[in-house]
Each structure stands twice: as C-alpha cells, then as structure tokens.
C-alpha cells in the first residue's frame, strides 16, 4: 500500500472508470444561464442596497461625501467611543479628534488581541457592496485591515462609497479574483452583524462578532 | 433525549431506523420544537428562492458544476494540493477517519496545545475528532452556541443546520447553570447568548490551534470557504497562530469563479437568507493576516465509496444547506437522532449507507425511510435526485442479502421492481403519473390500510412486504398546490 494520497487518487481513477479517457473537464457542459449582471439603474441599485442592509438590523445612513468626517464623529459620539482602532490607509480626513486611535499596521507594528478586545470599535472602508444581499465585503485592502481588526471589537463603523456598490452577487466575485487569485488575500463577506437562531429559531444578535454593524453609505 | 447507541460510523451492528423512530416518535417535546422548526424555515426559503427569478438556472449550474467536478476528481485535487501549497499551506491526505484524527492531533502536539477551538463541521463529527483528541488529552471546545449545548449536554446533534432544535431555552438554561460556572442566568434567549460570548471569548483569545470544516475549497486558486452565521468561524479561522481545516474531497469547486452560484445557492437554501452574516475565504498564509500555519486534511472516508456507484454517486453535490431535511415529512415527524448518523434526513438516508457500505444492518435500513414524496428532490439546490438514489440503494441492499443466500440477486422480484421504480424516479413527470395510476389502480385491492398485492410489473414488490396504499394526495400534489394557493 502506497501513500495515503496515491491510495486516494487510485481509489477515484477505480472510482471513476466509468467516465471515458479522453474525457477532459471542460467537456463535461456547464451551463450558465444565470444572471450576472444587474439591469437596474446606479440609484435603484444603491436604494437596494441600504433597504437590504438595515433589514439585517444594521444602522444605516446616507451620507453626502463631504459630510462624512462629521457624521462619523457624531456616529462615534453616540455609541461613546474611546478607543478606536484604525486600519492602515484609511483615509486620514475620517478619523476624528478627540478620540484615542489604535492603529494597526502601520511601520509593520501590530496591535494584539488584548488591544482588540479592549477597544471601543474600529472604523474602516470596504471593497465592495452587493446590493442583491446588503453584503459588504472586505479583502484586506487599504483602509480595511487584517481580519482581526473588524471581527474583535464590539462595534464595527463601515463606510461604503456609493461607486463600490455592485448590484449582483457574479459582479461582486469577479471583481474580487484579483486580491483572491493573485494577491493571496483573504476576503470577508458580511452581512448584517453577527447573528444566531440556534435557541429556539429566535434570531438573537452578535454571539461572537461585532454585535453592532453601523454603514455609512457615501456619495 | 440521549440515545445510548453506537452511530452508523461506528463499528459492529448498530440499531436499524424503524426502531429508533420509535423512540424518537414518543419525545413529544422533540416532535415539537422539530416541527415548529421545520415549517419555519420551509415558508422562510420559499420566499427567499422566488426572490430570485434565474433560480432554476443556478440550481443547474449548481449540479453541472459538481457533475464536472466528481468526474474529474483526481485531477482537481492535484490542482487544489499545488495552489494551497503555493500559497503557504500544507496538505494531509487522510484515507479514514483514523488517519485524519492522526494527523490532526499530531499537528495539535506539535505546537504543545493541550486545547483546540473548534468551529462546528459534520465532516469533524463523522469522523469522531473531538472523542479523539479528548483520548490523546487534547480538549476541542466547540464554538457555535448551538454546538456548544450539544457539548455540553453531552449529544449528538440532531440538525445539520440548527443542531440543537430539539432543546428549549428552560433546558438551555439548565445545561449552561451546570457547565458555563455562571451564578445566575434567565431563560432568555439573548441572556443566553452573552453568558456562551463571554465564555467563548477567553478560548478564542488563548488557543493556539483553531479547527474547521470547509463548505468549499477552489481548485483553482487553493481558496477555502466557511459559511456561518456567528462569527465563530470566523474566530477559529482568524485568531488562532495555526488552522488546520478537515476537508471531505467531495466539497471541490473548479475556479473562484462557482462562488457566484454556491454563494447564491447555499444562503437561501440554508437559513433562508439573501446571505448569511458572515462568509470567510482564505488563501493559504496571508502575511500578518490570521494564522500564519495552515494545514488542509483532505478526507476520503467511504466518500470513494459513493463516487463509485454511477448512479449514488450525485450524493457527493451536496452542499449540507438542510432543505432536505426542513422538507421531509418523515425527518419532520422522527428528527434526525433516529438517522443515527451526523448526516441525517433525506441526504443522510442516502449519503450514510454508500459511506459506510451496503451490507450493515443500521444504515442498510436507512434507504427505507422515506415516503418518496419527492420533496427533497424539488428543494435541492444542486438538484440531487434523492428518490432515485434511495430507490437505487434499496435494489443493491435486497442485492446484497440475496447474494448471502446464493441467489442471483438480478433475478429477485422486489430487484426488478426496484429498477422499474428507479427508472421512474429519475423522471419526476412519469413519476407522478405512476402515482395517479397506483392510485386509481389499486383501492379494490387495499384492505385494512395495506396493499397485500398489485398487479403487473410492481407485483412482485409485495410478494415479500406489504406496501402502504398511496395517499389519497400525494405529498408532491399538495406541496404544489399549497404552494400555488399562497402565491
Ligand atoms: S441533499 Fe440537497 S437539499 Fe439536502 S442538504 Fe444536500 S444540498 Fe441541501
């Protein structure tokens, strides 16, 4: 008996005989009558959007570019932030005075999970929404950060441009297969803020994630 | 409730389905919560699927792709293996359960964790990891609330989905007062859920292994995926310096490209949501982004088993979203610890006995459990054919004793029937025909509830078991037409 990986592989070529040997992948015919593209206007996609966002029980607020340094510090100042966490490469003019920054990855220093945890939140970007699901996606690019920043603090204030918003969920994956397939990064789908239905089939909110998820939509 | 019996994944006889039914048909709170469950979702995805109006179209996709993938499996493995490696990650073959344990728990020792936090997986379950690595004096604490319970209570599950339907939040509230150390707990389910928060979150801050399962790993670009709904896997994956994630090789998808059909498919199919809170996918080792040791454990486990049979072989699409289960009105009556597997239901009727072998007892009677309303077939999202699976796995279980007696099994009515019957069930249009015709055909023959004999080419099927009268509505007419009466 060979390795376990040769004996696996032998026991699907046996497994297998029935497929034909000239057979290649590509031939076995894989239909894609789906869609992959949204038909709907840049406005009725954004609409959507934040309609299917908040009805994860997220806040949402649309908000005028230019307004936003001011509409993240009140959000901040409501929730009664202190201690803020903030990605690497956000942009500069988001983050508020007044509160005290713990910032992740710049000159390659990381802040430990004790940092995390004892944090009042974390502010960041995204790569892209998916209006057809009121799901944000985050791949790790600038003004995001590693994994961890936006899963360990309890509150999670995420800004997402109006142009990022995809309408269909195909859009969305093929934009992302450069970070994926290329880059190596990992990519982080979220939608709404952590959620079980396991007692009962009540859906309760935030057993391990950020409990509150607050969207700004920016255009 | 706590069945003290050996599941089919185990060695030596295990208990057939008929007789745990019976247990699990006398637990009214079971029935209960289980039922409360099973409509819930089911109304819940009807309306989550119409949403979608190319549904049909992703759920082809859906198969084709799995179709394309088992055929070729050798190869997409390969493809798999190399870019897991290129990105930074190990792979471990493991032929059965005892080699993945193995391979787990050495990984475990050699970084000196006398504890792992786990994100729940059934392919962790079927193989026994947790009883593994507790022998090896390594404890898994599991993550998800409802896993937790389970832990806790000391069971096994009895959802894919939603593990601890069975239980109410007063007995939650009993299993946390004894296990979480908490003084003082209402029975409220968000109370609940802090005191489980809490207590997880020191483990995912101390761990230095996490485990997961896989909902899918991309040939193409080594990426793996874990859909949830906690955040819990998105700790285990994220947190701990090392990951090792057990993959069963049937969870293969070609290119990053399927995601745009599993991701649509899976959701709504599972919770009944456009999208599940959270969905993590990972490369490898990312530089200074969560653990910078990964390990993938590809298992095969009978699943070579099933691959070989043309016919089963569709089995291996599935991609565990519990329609199946939310659907059939005997899962909805008996709940999944009369399965006595951790894949029970439709999916588990035909996925357990082909993973352990035709020829025990226990899982050979699980091909039985089932009315064939077809139910399962019409919410699958990667269009497994059920009916015909099972109807194609009770021929060979009747082909299989009868070659013990020294008969060619070919040549024994009830065979012959079956392999009508099959061919019937692959078309659902020729199935419901046969339906109204057994119906017209066959009430001067019934006596007391039960059909002693049919005529013509089923006849021999009840030469050798009575055969309950097809209902006056079958399952599938009154599916549809309650469905059309709602919308
Ligand atoms: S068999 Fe189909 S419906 Fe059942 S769990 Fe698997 S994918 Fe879902």
């Given at each position: 008996?060979?390795?376990?990986?040769?004996?696996?592989?032998?026991?699907i070529?046996?497994?297998?005989?029935?497929?034909?040997?000239?057979?290649?992948?590509?031939?076995?015919?894989?239909?894609?009558?789906?869609?992959?593209?949204?038909?709907?206007?840049?406005?009725?996609?954004?609409?959507?959007?934040?309609?299917?966002?908040?009805?994860?029980?997220?806040?949402v607020?649309?908000?005028?570019?230019?307004?936003?340094?001011?509409?993240?510090?009140?959000a901040?100042?409501?929730?009664g932030?202190?201690k803020?966490?903030i990605?690497?490469?956000?942009?500069?003019e988001w983050v508020?005075?007044?509160?005290?920054?713990?910032?992740?990855?710049?000159?390659g220093?990381?802040?430990?999970?004790?940092?995390l945890?004892?944090?009042?939140?974390?502010?960041t970007?995204?790569?892209?929404?998916?209006?057809?699901?009121?799901?944000?996606?985050?791949?790790?690019?600038?003004?995001?950060?590693?994994?961890?920043?936006?899963?360990?603090?309890?509150?999670?204030?995420?800004?997402?441009k109006?142009?990022q918003?995809?309408?269909?969920?195909?859009?969305?994956?093929?934009?992302?297969?450069?970070?994926?397939?290329?880059?190596?990064?990992?990519?982080?789908?979220?939608?709404?803020?952590s959620?079980?239905?396991?007692?009962?089939?009540?859906?309760?909110?935030g057993?391990?994630?950020?409990?509150?998820?607050?969207?700004?939509i920016?255009? | 409730?706590?069945?003290?019996?050996?599941?089919?994944?185990?060695?030596?006889?295990?208990p057939?389905?008929?007789?745990?039914?019976k247990v699990?048909?006398?637990d009214?709170?079971?029935r209960?919560?289980?039922?409360?469950?099973?409509?819930?979702?089911?109304e819940?995805?009807?309306?989550?699927?119409?949403?979608?109006?190319?549904w049909?179209?992703?759920?082809?996709?859906g198969?084709?792709?799995?179709?394309?993938?088992?055929?070729?499996?050798?190869h997409?493995?390969?493809?798999?293996?190399?870019?897991?490696?290129?990105?930074?990650?190990?792979?471990?073959?493991?032929r059965?359960?005892?080699?993945?344990n193995?391979i787990?728990?050495?990984?475990?020792?050699?970084?000196?964790?006398?504890?792992v936090v786990?994100v729940?997986s059934?392919a962790?379950?079927?193989?026994?990891?947790?009883?593994?690595?507790?022998?090896?004096?390594?404890?898994?604490?599991?993550?998800?609330?409802?896993?937790?319970?389970?832990?806790?209570?000391?069971?096994?599950?009895s959802?894919?989905?939603?593990?601890?339907?069975?239980?109410?939040?007063?007995?939650?509230?009993?299993?946390?007062?004894?296990?979480?150390?908490?003084?003082?707990?209402?029975?409220?389910?968000?109370?609940?859920a802090?005191?489980?928060?809490l207590?997880l979150?020191?483990?995912?801050?101390?761990?230095?292994?996490?485990?997961?399962?896989?909902?899918?790993?991309?040939?193409?670009?080594?990426?793996?995926?874990?859909?949830?709904?906690?955040?819990?896997?998105?700790?285990?994956?994220?947190?701990?310096?090392?990951?090792?994630?057990?993959?069963?090789?049937?969870?293969?998808?070609?290119?990053?490209?399927?995601?745009?059909?599993?991701?649509?498919?899976?959701?709504?199919?599972?919770?009944?949501e456009?999208?599940?809170?959270?969905?993590s996918?990972?490369?490898g080792?990312?530089?200074?982004d969560?653990?910078?040791?990964?390990?993938?454990v590809?298992l095969?486990?009978?699943?070579?088993?099933?691959?070989?049979?043309e016919?089963?072989r569709?089995?291996?699409?599935?991609?565990?979203?519990?329609?199946?289960l939310?659907?059939?009105?005997?899962?909805?009556?008996?709940?999944?610890?009369?399965?006595?597997?951790?894949?029970?239901?439709?999916?588990?009727?035909i996925?357990?006995?082909?993973?352990?072998?035709?020829?025990?007892?226990?899982?050979?009677s699980l091909?039985?459990?089932?009315?064939?309303?077809?139910a399962?077939?019409?919410?699958c999202?990667?269009?497994?054919?059920?009916?015909?699976v099972?109807?194609?796995?009770?021929?060979?279980?009747?082909?299989?004793?009868?070659?013990?007696?020294?008969?060619?099994?070919?040549?024994?009515?009830?065979n012959v029937?079956?392999q009508i019957?099959?061919?019937?069930?692959?078309?659902?249009?020729l199935?419901?025909?046969?339906?109204?015709?057994?119906?017209i055909?066959q009430?001067?023959?019934?006596r007391?509830?039960?059909?002693?004999?049919l005529?013509?080419?089923?006849?021999?099927?009840t030469?050798?078991?009575d055969?309950k009268?097809?209902?006056?509505?079958?399952?599938?007419?009154?599916?549809?037409?309650?469905?059309?009466?709602?919308g």
């Amino acid at each position: 008996m060979g390795t376990a990986r040769e004996t696996i592989l032998a026991r699907i070529r046996r497994a297998t005989r029935d497929v034909p040997a000239a057979e290649k992948p590509e031939d076995v015919p894989v239909e894609r009558g789906y869609l992959t593209e949204g038909a709907d206007a840049r406005e009725a996609v954004v609409d959507r959007f934040a309609e299917y966002v908040a009805e994860y029980k997220a806040t949402v607020h649309r908000v005028d570019e230019k307004d936003l340094p001011r509409v993240i510090a009140e959000a901040l100042e409501r929730r009664g932030v202190e201690k803020l966490v903030i990605p690497a490469g956000l942009p500069g003019e988001w983050v508020p005075e007044g509160v005290e920054t713990l910032r992740d990855g710049e000159d390659g220093s990381q802040l430990t999970n004790g940092d995390l945890d004892g944090s009042d939140g974390v502010l960041t970007g995204c790569s892209l929404g998916i209006a057809q699901t009121g799901t944000i996606v985050l791949d790790a690019g600038a003004g995001q950060g590693r994994r961890a920043l936006t899963l360990v603090p309890d509150y999670h204030l995420c800004v997402v441009k109006e142009d990022q918003i995809v309408d269909l969920l195909p859009e969305a994956i093929a934009q992302l297969k450069g970070a994926v397939k290329d880059a190596g990064r990992a990519v982080t789908f979220i939608s709404g803020p952590s959620a079980t239905s396991d007692i009962e089939l009540n859906r309760v909110e935030g057993v391990h994630g950020p409990r509150t998820l607050e969207v700004l939509i920016s255009g | 409730m706590t069945l003290e019996v050996p599941d089919a994944f185990s060695p030596g006889k295990t208990p057939k389905f008929q007789e745990l039914a019976k247990v699990s048909l006398a637990d009214t709170q079971l029935r209960r919560n289980i039922g409360k469950a099973a409509r819930g979702i089911r109304e819940k995805r009807a309306v989550a699927v119409e949403e979608l109006p190319d549904w049909q179209e992703l759920r082809e996709a859906g198969r084709a792709i799995k179709e394309r993938t088992l055929r070729h499996l050798d190869h997409y493995l390969l493809q798999l293996e190399e870019s897991v490696r290129k990105a930074g990650g190990q792979v471990h073959w493991a032929r059965d359960a005892e080699e993945a344990n193995r391979i787990i728990a050495g990984i475990a020792r050699d970084h000196d964790a006398d504890e792992v936090v786990k994100v729940k997986s059934i392919a962790t379950d079927e193989i026994k990891l947790n009883e593994h690595l507790e022998s090896e004096g390594i404890k898994a604490h599991e993550t998800d609330l409802a896993e937790l319970i389970i832990q806790l209570a000391g069971e096994e599950s009895s959802h894919i989905l939603v593990p601890a339907i069975h239980k109410n939040r007063a007995e939650i509230r009993e299993i946390f007062l004894r296990g979480l150390d908490v003084e003082d707990l209402s029975d409220d389910p968000k109370d609940l859920a802090e005191a489980a928060r809490l207590y997880l979150r020191k483990k995912f801050l101390s761990a230095k292994v996490g485990v997961s399962g896989a909902n899918f790993g991309v040939a193409e670009t080594g990426t793996v995926c874990v859909v949830e709904s906690e955040g819990n896997g998105r700790m285990c994956t994220t947190l701990p310096p090392v990951l090792v994630t057990l993959m069963g090789i049937e969870k293969l998808i070609p290119t990053w490209r399927d995601f745009e059909v599993y991701m649509q498919l899976l959701p709504r199919s599972s919770t009944a949501e456009r999208m599940n809170p959270y969905t993590s996918f990972w490369t490898g080792v990312s530089e200074g982004d969560g653990p910078q040791e990964f390990h993938l454990v590809l298992l095969d486990n009978g699943r070579t088993n099933v691959l070989a049979d043309e016919r089963g072989r569709q089995a291996l699409n599935c991609i565990r979203c519990s329609a199946c289960l939310n659907a059939c009105p005997v899962y909805e009556r008996t709940g999944g610890h009369a399965y006595n597997s951790v894949y029970p239901g439709p999916i588990g009727a035909i996925l357990t006995p082909q993973l352990v072998g035709i020829g025990k007892p226990g899982p050979d009677s699980l091909p039985y459990a089932s009315s064939l309303c077809g139910a399962c077939y019409d919410v699958c999202p990667v269009k497994i054919n059920i009916p015909e699976v099972l109807i194609h796995l009770r021929g060979r279980v009747v082909r299989n004793q009868q070659s013990g007696d020294g008969l060619a099994g070919t040549l024994n009515p009830e065979n012959v029937a079956m392999q009508i019957m099959a061919k019937t069930f692959a078309d659902p249009a020729l199935y419901e025909r046969s339906q109204k015709l057994a119906r017209i055909g066959q009430w001067p023959l019934a006596r007391s509830g039960t059909i002693h004999r049919l005529p013509g080419e089923l006849s021999g099927w009840t030469r050798t078991r009575d055969l309950k009268p097809v209902p006056e509505k079958s399952f599938r007419e009154w599916w549809r037409e309650r469905k059309n009466g709602e919308g």
